[in-house]
């Protein structure tokens, strides 16, 4: 590993946070200071991460490009290689907009958490927690996800097995992996020393205290910041991520807290309660809001239902993450999230391994034999579901 010293690259900090958490909101008022660069969502590491791999379709070969680019780069030190590339872009970004810090706010960057802390140890984090609730009705608004399909295990598994086989998928498939993978792994990133905590609740109830703290944070100078702005916006108009809704904000406003309780119906707050579990909901701080859903009726149906949601995306990302040669791990892997479309209702197909003959798989038959875990995974999930019902009742 070569030496570093600090004042020669680039200072950048990560946000950190699901999609629909407000991720975009917050990145543009720290971008008020005159210091912070903050431009919406690069998601470098995800392509440095998965370096080698490229479309089935390439006229070069994916599997050889993935072998020779493994073994090239065996022979190298691959952390100071994308760091180095990193770097550098980081560092024109900055030097454009004559800027000393680079927020990389990348919303699924929880899929390389691991990547980014052998990169990165010593970057700031900046982590934004909010309501589960509240990002679920954001994604039904906003995405038209049908909260309701999660509680059909074999839809889900449909879309696993579509992800693998290389075919379009809807975004519910990833929009639920966040919430089941993705939120408890950020959730662990609040013991990271270089980690700084912000509730959106409480954001959106104080800007101002919330971002002088974060500024004061970075090394900044607070008084350098406009109070509660949400001006400057012409970065977003010309890109294509990011939140658009802020171009129409004036001022930060705590109106969209509640907004989930009348946005969501009962059977999709039972959703989110399943595929989240009420004990993450109680460790982030929500238990005021998981008091409301119980009164709306929602039950609370144990901790291994929730469990085997987890055993099923971790099992269809493993899957997919085996297609690529590689093995998945919500804390160290990454795999590129599905193509955001409407989202198809709870009669997709169900898994067929004899028709897993996607593109160029490491091998046919290991991609059959997961396939078939997937179905057992689903199987369990759906009894568990129906024995819950059962107790419930009795």
Known sequence: MMMRNPKAFPEVCFLLGLPRSGTTLLAHLLQQHPDILAPPEPWLLLALEAMGTVDHRHPAGSSLIRAATSEFFGRT?????HRAFADAAYGQY???????IFIDK??????????LE????EAPRILLIRNPYAIAASLKSTWGIPLHSASCPSAIGACLADLVRGQPTPAIASSLADLVLGLPALAEQRGHPQTQVVHYERLAAGPDEEIQRLIASLGCDPAAIESGA?????YLQSGSFGDRNILERTAVGSRSIQAWQTALSVEEMQAVTDLVGPELLLDLGYEEELQYARKAGVLDRGRAVTERYRRLFRTGWNM??????????????SVAGAAPKQAEESSSPALDPSGA??????GKSNVEENLKL?????????????ASKVDQRS
């Open 77 to 81: 030190d691959q952390s100071s290689v």
């Open 106 to 115: 990348t919303p699924r960057y929880w899929m390389v958490l691991g990547f």
């Open 357 to 362: 003959d996607g593109p160029e798989h490491t």
């Open 320 to 333: 997919l993450g085996g297609t690529r040669g590689t093995s998945f791990d919500i804390s160290a892997q």
């Open 94 to 100: 900055l030097a454009a907009a004559s800027k000393r």
């Open 230 to 234: 949400t001006e400057k916006t012409d």
């Open 374 to 386: 997937v179905n057992s995974v689903v199987r369990d999930l759906e009894q568990a579901l129906a």
């Open 118 to 121: 052998a990169l990165y140890p």
